[in-house]
């Protein structure tokens, strides 16, 4: 995970009043926090960070200039939480959480599927439930994605968390039994092979008794 640079600014207002001042300004409230560090209140362009992010993806790495507070350097954060505009999807607040490092960060990771399940020449519907996976790693070594291949998936096969392939040094906290990805039968016919089973199981012994009859 490469390092991108964000400046930032210290904020001395806070407050709802403060906040809208702000993004009248075309700035939006932030707040810098960590382990064993006080809370900074920041004020940023939410454009530069919505670049960031959509370049880099939801875990790129944060070197932080803060101006006005010249002490403060060296200092590299990850996005922690977005609140955005509900009607415009525009980032309206951000909190960032400085990270140590040489300490493991836990962080949620997006999976993507590559290839062609080989059940799906056979009806089967490819089902992704589970479209990010919760990791553990130094922040350096947060993969951008995480590649999982379903070309070897039949029709009622289910891949799990713990099927996954892990970079080194990259250590999974999801559930290892949670489902990822599945190769499932349509519903419709699901559902019409199961109502056919008991119409079979209740045709056959009328049958049978057709035939003592008919004797």
Do not use: W
Request: with cysteine; charged share 25%; aromatic share 2%.
């Amino acid at each position: 995970m490469s390092e991108t640079a964000l400046v930032v600014e210290a904020r001395t207002s806070t407050g709802k009043g403060a906040a809208r001042r702000l993004r009248a300004q075309g700035r939006i409230p932030a707040i810098l926090y960590g382990r064993g560090r006080e809370s900074l209140p920041l004020a940023l362009d939410p454009r530069a960070l919505e670049r960031i992010l959509r370049a880099g993806g939801a875990n790129t790495l944060l070197d932080l200039t803060v101006e006005g507070h010249p002490e403060i350097k060296d200092t590299v954060a990850l996005v922690k939480e977005l609140q955005r505009d509900p009607l415009r999807g525009t980032i309206v607040h951000a909190d960032l959480y400085a990270v140590d490092l040489n300490r493991t960060v836990r962080v949620e990771v997006p999976v993507h599927l590559v290839g062609k399940a080989r059940g799906l020449e056979f009806g089967g519907i490819l089902e992704h439930t589970l479209r990010e996976i919760e990791l553990e790693c130094l922040p350096r070594a947060i993969p951008d994605f995480i590649e999982v291949d379903v070309t070897a998936l039949e029709v009622g096969d289910v891949l799990h968390a713990r099927d996954i392939q892990l970079p080194e040094g990259v250590t999974m906290v999801t559930d290892p039994e949670q489902a990822v990805v599945a190769v499932a039968l349509p519903q419709a016919e699901s559902a019409g092979e199961a109502a056919a089973a008991p119409a079979e199981a209740a045709a056959a012994p009328a049958a049978e008794g057709g035939e003592k009859k008919a004797e």
